[in-house]
Nanobody, 127 residues
Framework: QVQLVESGGGLVQAGGSLRLSCAASPRTFSNYGMGWFRQAPGKERDFVAAIGWSGADTDYADSVKGRFTISRDNANKVTMYLQMNSLKPEDTAVYYC???????????????????WGQGTQVTVSS
């Protein structure tokens, strides 16, 4: 059973920082591409960032490039992170982590490439 559990969301003022974590079952994490997506109220879910199975390749949405950093720790904690700096009110959303359906994947922006999703964690940025 694949399980992804996000944590680290909360309320922060504009300009502040948060770090999201996504914990996954070990056997279902290390060899797979991972991604972060977000969904604001009344909007569709959007791509935020993705990281390849090895951690060497990353991709970011233009709206977060330079402010957010995605990373993963395959060896020790089997966890993926999203460091979010210089947060803006428009970053307010529920953030979801996701795992690719196939192993050995490079970063992907396509939701269809991800078969497993976490329950989401709320990020609220006040102005």
């Amino acid at each position: 059973q694949v399980q992804l559990v996000e944590s680290g969301g909360g309320l922060v003022q504009a300009g502040g920082s948060l770090r999201l974590s996504c914990a996954a079952s070990p056997r279902t994490f290390s060899n797979y591409g991972m991604g972060w997506f977000r969904q604001a109220p009344g909007k569709e879910r959007d791509f935020v960032a993705a990281i390849g199975w090895s951690g060497a390749d990353t991709d970011y949405a233009d709206s977060v490039k330079g402010r957010f950093t995605i990373s993963r720790d395959n060896a020790n904690k089997v966890t993926m992170y999203l460091q979010m700096n210089s947060l803006k009110p428009e970053d307010t959303a529920v953030y979801y982590c996701a795992r690719s359906g196939d192993p050995w994947q490079r970063p992907s922006r396509a939701e269809s490439r991800y078969n497993y999703w976490g329950q989401g964690t709320q990020v609220t940025v006040s102005s």
